[in-house]
């Protein structure tokens, strides 16, 4: 474990939870978890490549490529500079992208979106903060890079180069809070925060996607959730399945996955239904789940160098 991730546990966890974490880097899982899991929605997990690139020490955040087939797209966490990495399905270096008019205090979760006209972005969420120190948070905007196969040869001291990243500032309606996940809906475009508590659920708060505007945003808190887990808001990553009806959120031991009813068409019905829990398998610290580009399977990482890349196929 890092000092910085050691930092970041003494900041936020209480001792019953410090205990846990420290030692043995998982949430206290109820008993019958186990059981929830046999009846998940997801097969066992299967690790199915590692992570090759040196640069890549603390993935934080994953997404699918919304345009590009087996693409995934990962960033480090807080004290590395503004770097996106793609990687395919094995873990094999893909290229690494230095984002302009961004900077990495504390970036913690990535998604992929792709609008109407078919256009390919990624969003990167500027949403940690161990201390709860910081009134504004921003959301960056890229444009998708397309990746040829020379691209795999950049790093860190030799990057590409995104375009211009557009910047949205907003802050919570309530108090500053930490955060690790980041969601964009695939229909609406509107973004989706979901923060890190250890007192208490997790709150999801609500951004439209109004890049244009000099304004600050004010996030929307829309709903409170809690994981089967002790603490119960401690999540650290999440994504929107492509079809808008699944929610997959996780912590550092398994993921959760939220499903509208059959029927329901309205998104906010999702956060009131029961989730069910998904093994992740052996994660260090696992802060990034994200779906795949149709839905039927996630993909999680864990934060090191070398990790592995790990998938879970829904069942049938």
């Known amino acids: 474990m890092s000092n910085k991730t050691i930092a970041k546990f003494f900041a936020f966890v209480i001792p019953l939870a410090s205990i846990c974490f420290l030692f043995s880097n998982c949430a206290i899982v109820p008993s019958n978890e186990r059981e929830r899991e046999a009846n998940s929605p997801f097969d066992p997990p299967k690790v199915i490549g590692t992570i090759k690139s040196p640069d890549i020490t603390e993935s934080s955040g994953i997404a699918a490529s919304r345009c590009q087939n087996n693409v995934l797209w990962t960033h480090n966490d807080s004290g590395d500079e503004a770097f996106i990495f793609a990687l395919n399905m094995t873990g094999e270096n893909l290229g690494t992208w230095k984002v302009q008019n961004a900077q990495n205090i504390d970036w913690e979760d990535i998604a992929a979106y792709k609008d109407k006209s078919g256009k390919c972005f990624l969003y990167i969420g500027e949403i940690g903060d161990n201390r709860a120190k910081r009134p504004e948070h921003p959301v960056y905007r890229i444009s998708e890079p397309v990746i040829k196969a020379s691209d795999a040869a950049s790093n860190r001291k030799a990057p590409l180069l995104t375009e211009n990243a557009e910047v949205l500032h907003f802050t919570y ?3 500053n809070q930490d955060a690790e996940t980041l969601m964009v809906h695939p229909k609406t475009g509107d973004i989706y925060i979901v923060t890190k508590r250890v007192s208490g659920p997790a709150g999801v708060y609500r951004l439209r996607s109004d890049f244009g505007s000099e304004d600050v945003a004010k996030a929307e808190k829309i709903a409170e959730i809690s994981v089967p887990a002790i603490p119960n808001g401690f999540v650290t990553g999440g994504d929107i399945s492509p079809d808008g009806r699944h929610v997959v959120i996780c912590d550092y031991t398994r993921a ?3 499903t509208l009813v059959d029927g329901d068409t309205n998104f906010a019905n999702i ?8 093994d992740l398998g052996k994660r260090t610290i ?13 993909f999680a990482t864990s934060e090191k160098k070398n990790s592995p890349l790990i998938e879970a196929k829904r069942r049938n």
């Open 256 to 258: 959760y996955e939220w």
């Open 173 to 175: 309606p309530d108090f």
């Open 271 to 278: 956060w009131s239904q029961e989730p069910a829990s998904i």
């Open 286 to 298: 696992g802060e990034a789940v994200s779906y795949n580009v149709d839905g039927t399977a996630i």
